[in-house]
């Protein structure tokens, strides 16, 4: 479970979602490790998911997805209002070229797709922007202010760990409709004061103290969300069951004929799950029951 808080000033002009999300990320890593450069980009993303998922609606959902040229490829990360999070990445062995150092280098040149489902709506909410440096949290600013036209500080920072992550968390402030250019100076002005995230979150930050210095000056009120963002992949035994089925009968007659229980892991989370040959043959004749389209 994390720890999510939300301001609005009384002016009603600047939102702030704050987080420390170490637990949830670490829940991420529970079944499969990642190179410290995968883990935390994928730190990062889930956390920009999270906060940006908290500031919609009841049953809605933000899908982030990075797609770069470097050696991490792509990491999707999503959320829902509701707190539900989960996080993947192509290559999560991942290292930084020889020589480089700036973790954007991970991505490389790419873009940004942002999903924003809609229930009600039969296509979800499409945007992409270009990577701005592929460090995540610049990438997610950049599409608040291309895409909606929101200027936006957003401040993700994660440190690895030999298991999963040392810390993990950040924040996002957005301007809203009606800001003045007086706001925009002042948040500009403070931020040269503000202590690293990083260097908050290990000292054992609350979510509100990574965001001190803007809380002091303005007033804000704190808007309670009802729900903590927590890992959740969604993977159960039926979903294994039928993506083996999409694999074709050719690949289940070859996981019967191996006649061992066969363990699938989940490609999200890395949750294994054991299917025996029994329960493979099940699923091979059902495939002959139904027509393939
Ligand atoms: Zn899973």
Redesign the pocket.
Known sequence: MADLKKYLSKDGTIRIATVISTDTVNDAFR?FEASPLAKTLMARAITGAILMASQMKERLSTALHFIGEGPVQSIFASAHYEGGA?VYCENRNAELPEGVTQLGAGLGSGRLDVIQSRPFEREPLRGTVELYTGEIGDDIAYYLNQSHQIPAIVSLAARPAEKGVEIAGGFIIELMPGYTEETIQKLENLQPLMESTAKKLQHGAKPEDLIDIYLDHFEFEEVIHPYKPHYQ????LD?VERSLMLLGPGTLDEMIEEKETAEI???????KYELTVDALQKLRNSLDQTPVH
């Open positions: 079944y989960k992949c969604g993977c159960s979903r892991a989940c490609e999200f989370c890395g949750c």
